[in-house]
C-alpha cells in the first residue's frame, strides 16, 4: 500500500480498522477527539460499531464487555479521562482481557489544559488503578510508527491477554504526517477459547471475573499474572538509539520529547559534542538493558520529558547509579525547542568536562 | 413416577450462599426457569453486580460476567452490540444499580439497548453489611442511618421505574414482589416478558423485584415478608409502567 497524508489520531483510527478492530467505544476529549469522530463513519463502512458513551466510565466498562466476547476493541481518551477510565482498566487487567486503550494526553492535573503533555507517565506505566498489574505502555514518536505501534498493541494485548495502551501526545495526535499502513490483519490467529460467547454447546461455562474471596486463590492469580509480566519484561523491550555509539551525553526521551533533542544532537553534533539520544518505545516494559548498552560510552545522562520528571526515575533504576542523571522539563503544554535542549546538553558538558 | 418438579438446567448443582429468608434464591431460579423455557442457555450471556449477587457466576449454568459496582449495564452494552445474536442480562441490586449505577443504567435505558435487566430492590446494602442504600425507606435503620432514615440529611428514596418510565428508549418495565407465591409466578411473568422483548429485538427492559433482606433488616424471615408487603408496596406501588404495547 502506498502512503497517505494523515493526522496522527486519524491515523489511530485507520490503523485499528487495518488491525481487525471493528468496536470502538468513547467519550469526546480533546486533543483527541478527531480519532472518535473518524471512527464514528469509518467503522460502520466496514462493518463495525461505533458507541459514544455517557462517560469515560461507561466506555472502559464497555471495552470491558466487548473484550470478554473475544473481539478486538479499542477507546481512547486524554488524560482526565483516562484517570476516569482507571476502574476499567484495573478490572480488564485483573480478567486477563485484552483490549488497546490510546491516551493522547495533555496537561494536568486536574482539568490541567489542552496542549501536549507528558505528565500520565506514571499513570501509565506504574498503574493508575488498584492492584498489582502492568499494562504494556507504547510510545509512538511519528504518524507512521502510530501506525505500526497500534496493530503491534493489538497482537500483544490478544498474545498476553491483557490490555495494552498508546500513550502519545496532543502534538502526535494533531500533526499529520505520510503513513503507510501495510497489509491487513486481524485478531483471528488467537486463542479466544475462553471468552463468553454463550455456552453454544460446551460442557463448561466461560466465566470472565476478577474477584478470588479466597486469599490462596487470589495469590495464585497475582503469581499467573506476575509471571506474565516477567515474560513481558524479557520479550517485548523495544527502544530505538540514535548516535549513542560514540556519545558522552546520552538524552533520555519518548515520543515526540526524542524527536526534539535528535535535533539538538544533531546541532550539538555539529558543534562537536558527542551526544545521541536513547528513545524508549516500550515505556512498561521499560528498555533497561537497551539503555545500558546505549550509555557505554557516557559520562551522563539526560532525561528530557514534557512533565517535573517521570521517566526519569526508571532511567535512575535501570542505571543503577552507573551514571550521573541530569534531568529537563518543561510542563504546562510548554514544548521544549531544540535550543533549549542544546543548551541544556551544553551545560552539562560544562558540568562533567573533566571526565570528557 | 413423573417429575413434577426439578431443578432448572440453567443453575448449576450449587448451594446457594443466602442467607435464611432472602430472595435472591428465588430470583435467580425465576431468572433460570425462564432462560430453560424459552430455550436461551446455550446463548445467554449473564452479567452480574458488586453485591450479593456477586457470585451469581457460581450458580447460573450460562456464561457469566462479573462486572465493576453499578457498571453492569455499560458492559452489557459491549457484549450486545459486538455478539447482538446472544441473550443478555444483567442482574443487579439496588446499591449497585440505583446508587453507584444510575448513569449506566439511565442511559443503557435511554439508549434503548436490546438487553433485559433483573433489578433486585431489598432497600439495603446486603453484601457489605446492611449500610443505607438510595432505596431505604424513610425512617429504616441501617448500619449508616442507626437512628432510622431522614429525608433533611439524605433525601429521598429513588423509585427506578418511575424514573425510567419518562424515557422513549425503554420498552418494558415491571415492578414485581415476592412475597408470596401468587406474586412469585407474577415476577416470573414479568421475566419471560421482558426476555421475549429482546428476543424480538424491541429493547430495552427491566423487571424490579422488591425482595426481603432480612439478615441486614434485622427482622425474622417472616417479619421481613410483611416488611416487604406492608412497608415496601406501600412505597413502590407494584405494576407495569411500560409495556410493547403501549410502546408500538
Known amino acids: 500500500m502506498s502512503k497517505v497524508l494523515m493526522k496522527g489520531n486519524e491515523a489511530i483510527g485507520e490503523a485499528a480498522i487495518k488491525a481487525g478492530c471493528r468496536y470502538f467505544f468513547g467519550y469526546p476529549i480533546t486533543p483527541q477527539s478527531e480519532l472518535p469522530e473518524y471512527l464514528s463513519w469509518r467503522l460502520p463502512e466496514v462493518g463495525g460499531v461505533f458507541l459514544q458513551a455517557e462517560s469515560e466510565v461507561a466506555a472502559i466498562n464497555m471495552v470491558y464487555g466487548a473484550a470478554a466476547t473475544g473481539v478486538r476493541v479499542m477507546t481512547s481518551s486524554s488524560s482526565p479521562g483516562i484517570s476516569l477510565k482507571q476502574e476499567g482498566i484495573s478490572y480488564l487487567a485483573g480478567a486477563e482481557l485484552p483490549c488497546l486503550i490510546i491516551n493522547i494526553m ?22 493508575g488503578g488498584h492492584g498489582d498489574y502492568r499494562l504494556i505502555v507504547l510510545a509512538p514518536a511519528s504518524v507512521q510508527e502510530i501506525a505500526d505501534l497500534v496493530k503491534k498493541g493489538f497482537d500483544l494485548a490478544d ?3 491483557m490490555p495494552a495502551l498508546l500513550l502519545g501526545d496532543g502534538m502526535l495526535g494533531q500533526m499529520m504526517e505520510p503513513v503507510d499502513f501495510g497489509t491487513e490483519t486481524s485478531g483471528d490467529k488467537f486463542d479466544h477459547a475462553w471468552a463468553t460467547t454463550g455456552k453454544q454447546g460446551r460442557e463448561h461455562t466461560n466465566i470472565i471475573n476478577s474477584l478470588y474471596l479466597k486469599p490462596e486463590e487470589l495469590e495464585a492469580h497475582n503469581r499467573r499474572l506476575e509471571k506474565k509480566y516477567l515474560e513481558i519484561m524479557k520479550q517485548e523491550t523495544m527502544a530505538e538509539q540514535y548516535l549513542t555509539e560514540d556519545a558522552e551525553v546520552v538524552i533520555a526521551a519518548y515520543g515526540m520529547t526524542a524527536r526534539i533533542t535528535k535535533a539538538a544532537v544533531d546541532m550539538a553534533r555539529r558543534e562537536g559534542i558527542k551526544a545521541g539520544v536513547f528513545r524508549p518505545i516500550t515505556l512498561w516494559p521499560f528498555p533497561q538493558r537497551e539503555l545500558n548498552e546505549a550509555t557505554q560510552k557516557a559520562q551522563v545522562v539526560l532525561t528530557v520529558e514534557m512533565s517535573l520528571g517521570q521517566m526519569v526515575e526508571d532511567v535512575q533504576l535501570a542505571l543503577k547509579g552507573r551514571l550521573p542523571v541530569e534531568f529537563y522539563g518543561r510542563v504546562g503544554g510548554m514544548v521544549p525547542t531544540a535550543e533549549e535542549v542544546l543548551n541544556e546538553v551544553k551545560k552539562i558538558v560544562k558540568r562533567y568536562q573533566e571526565a570528557m | 413416577m413423573a417429575v ?20 435472591h434464591g428465588i430470583i435467580h431460579r425465576l431468572v433460570a426457569e425462564v432462560i430453560d423455557e424459552l430455550k436461551l442457555q446455550e446463548k445467554t450471556i449473564a452479567i452480574l453486580p458488586v453485591g450479593c449477587a456477586v457470585l451469581g457466576y457460581e450458580y447460573f449454568d450460562v456464561d457469566c460476567i462479573e462486572a465493576a459496582h453499578g457498571r453492569a449495564p455499560a458492559v452489557a452494552t459491549g457484549v450486545k452490540r459486538c455478539r447482538p445474536e446472544t441473550f443478555v442480562f444483567t442482574y443487579q441490586g439496588d446499591g449497585d444499580l440505583a446508587s453507584i449505577g444510575t448513569a449506566e443504567i439511565i442511559h443503557a435505558a435511554a439508549r434503548g439497548e436490546n438487553i433485559s435487566v433483573i433489578y433486585v430492590n ?3 446494602y446486603g453484601m457489605t453489611g446492611g449500610q443505607m442504600a438510595p432505596t431505604t425507606l424513610l425512617g429504616q435503620k441501617t448500619t449508616t442511618s442507626p437512628q432510622g432514615r431522614k429525608a433533611e440529611l439524605t ?3 429513588l423509585r427506578v421505574c418511575e424514573m425510567l418510565a419518562t424515557l422513549q428508549g425503554v420498552t418494558y418495565l415491571e415492578r414485581t414482589s415476592v412475597h408470596d407465591p401468587k406474586h412469585v409466578r407474577k415476577t416470573k411473568k414479568a421475566i419471560k416478558e421482558a426476555f421475549q422483548v429482546q428476543l424480538a429485538g424491541k429493547g430495552f427492559a427491566l423487571v424490579e423485584v422488591l ?14 415478608l410483611d416488611f416487604v408487603k406492608n412497608q415496601m408496596i406501600n412505597y413502590y406501588p407494584l405494576g407495569v409502567f411500560k409495556s410493547l404495547e403501549e410502546v408500538e
Open chain 2, 4 to 23: 413434577v418438579f426439578e431443578r432448572p438446567k440453567s443453575l448449576k448443582e450449587t448451594k446457594f450462599h443466602y442467607c435464611p429468608g432472602c430472595h
Open chain 2, 122 to 124: 431489598n432497600a439495603i
Open chain 2, 211 to 224: 425482595s426481603a433482606c432480612p439478615t441486614n433488616w434485622r427482622m425474622s424471615p417472616e417479619r421481613a
Open chain 2, 155 to 157: 433525601g429521598y428514596p
Open chain 1, 106 to 127: 495533555r496537561g494536568g492535573p486536574g482539568l490541567g489544559g489542552i496542549q501536549p503533555s507528558q505528565s500520565d507517565y506514571f499513570q501509565a506505566t506504574k498503574g
Open chain 1, 159 to 161: 498474545h498476553y491477554r
